[in-house]
């Protein structure tokens, strides 16, 4: 080797005692502390996250059934008001507390009077498919249905408290009233259950 570069290697070497680098590598221990740490936190993550998607479906399912109870009860009580007590009662009609048909009545601005149309309308609650259908009936045949789903109870009473929820056809002409009920369920993700009840009382006003 020559002089020249004998004094390379030299200055190299003195250049690297004044900058001496330490190369060490992470122990066995240290790697499995630094996953478990990290396992830790997005286990923690993924829990917040999947608390607010929860509660966001729980918030939406509740604002939709809200809406659809009362959707349903507003069909319901416009058809109600209009009609006659004495007409749901008639046994032709089969009333009970899970169906009701009766005439359509309009108001007449000309006459000052109520007047029949003809056309029906049938409400029937079918409780193995949690669902109520709204059929317009005219001339004897099917017209137009609605169906409303996820319905959980039966909807019509004539008396509904703490002691008593019963359906009796002939309380309409002495009470001139309709309970409602109106209580629907659906499951949110997660699997947590939502219940939603509406019940109103209809008076009957034209007779």
Do not use: C
């Not at 918030?59 to 007590?85: C, F, H, P, Y």
């Not at 008639?90 to 601005?109: E, M, R, Y």
């Not at 009470?175 to 409602?180: D, E, F, N, R, Y």
């Amino acid at each position: 080797m020559s002089v020249g570069a004998k004094e390379g290697v030299r200055v190299i070497f003195r250049f690297l005692r004044v900058f001496p680098v330490k190369i060490k590598g992470f122990s066995l221990i240290e790697v499995l502390v630094s996953m478990l740490l990290l396992g830790i936190i997005m286990s923690a993550l993924f829990i917040a996250l999947n608390i607010g998607e929860s509660g966001n479906s729980i918030s939406g399912v509740k604002v939709e059934m809200q809406a659809a109870t009362r959707n349903l009860m507003d069909w319901i009580a416009r058809d109600i008001r209009g009609v006659l007590g004495s007409e749901i009662a008639q046994a032709v009609n089969t009333p009970s507390g899970t169906h009701l048909k009766f005439n359509l009545w309009q108001w007449s601005d000309a006459s000052n009077t109520w007047y029949i149309t003809g056309d029906y309308i049938d409400y029937n609650y079918d409780p193995v498919f949690d669902r109520i259908t709204r059929s317009l009936i005219s001339g004897g045949n099917v017209m137009q249905t609605w169906n409303f789903s996820d319905i959980v109870e039966n909807p019509f009473y004539t008396t509904y408290n703490d002691t008593t929820k019963e359906f009796v056809e002939y309380d309409f002409e002495i009470t001139k009233k309709l309970i409602v009920l109106i209580s629907m369920q659906r499951t949110a993700i997660g699997g947590r259950v939502i219940t939603t009840t509406l019940r109103e009382e209809l008076k009957i006003r034209n007779e």
